[in-house]
């Protein structure tokens, strides 16, 4: 396949123009091109400071055996609920390190719960996060949540390689210029 046939080339090729080295696609003549305005952090200083908070879950499809395993606590890496829980508030404290234009934000609350499931077989993730400030903590609660998924992978891994995760999603927010939201 030729460069810009939509082949891999098409990826592996780099913008010598960028100090960052990005990829670029070759896109057809006539077709949507890429946006050339720059990346930015948001501006959020003449935005009140308000109470917000979120609340995000996702899903581990595990085998029933897993799940039993977790609840008896018969892993040989220990406690998994409680170390992806700790995992999933640490990465909520971290969030703006792993998304390039969050905001770091003080938190005042994170939380992190799980609740075992037989049918659909695995655990619900539920994380909720709150903070005094300018701007929202949707992507804090939905990163606890991802990487409380990931830390159950990791847990279960030696017992069950065939985990997915599903429908992490926001599930409410509220506070804020834009009002309050809830995914039904």
Not at 3 to 20: H, V, Y
Not at 102 to 110: A, E, F, G, S
Not at 127 to 133: E, G, I, S
Request: with cysteine; net charge positive.
């Amino acid at each position: 396949m030729r460069k810009g046939e939509g082949g891999k080339a098409d990826f592996q090729a780099w913008d010598s123009r960028s100090s960052l080295r990005t990829p670029h696609c070759a896109f057809p003549e006539g077709a949507a091109t890429m946006s050339t305005r720059p990346t930015r952090m948001v501006d959020v200083s003449e935005k009140d400071r308000t109470l917000r908070a979120a609340k995000a879950r996702g899903f581990v499809a595990l085998q029933p055996g897993t799940v039993e395993r977790i609840r008896s606590g018969g892993l040989p890496k220990g406690d998994v609920i409680e170390v992806a829980r700790v995992a999933g508030i640490m990465a909520a404290k971290r969030t703006s390190e792993l998304i390039p234009l969050c905001h770091p934000l003080p938190l005042t609350q994170v939380t992190v719960d799980f609740e075992p499931s037989r049918d659909p077989s695995g655990i619900r993730v539920e994380a909720r996060a709150k903070v005094d400030a300018k701007t929202g903590v949707e992507m804090e609660a939905l990163t606890a949540v991802s990487v409380a998924c990931l830390t159950i992978y990791d847990m279960c891994k030696a017992v069950d390689r065939a985990m997915s995760f599903s429908n992490i999603r926001l599930i409410e927010k509220t506070g804020g210029r834009s009002g309050d939201f809830r995914n039904r």
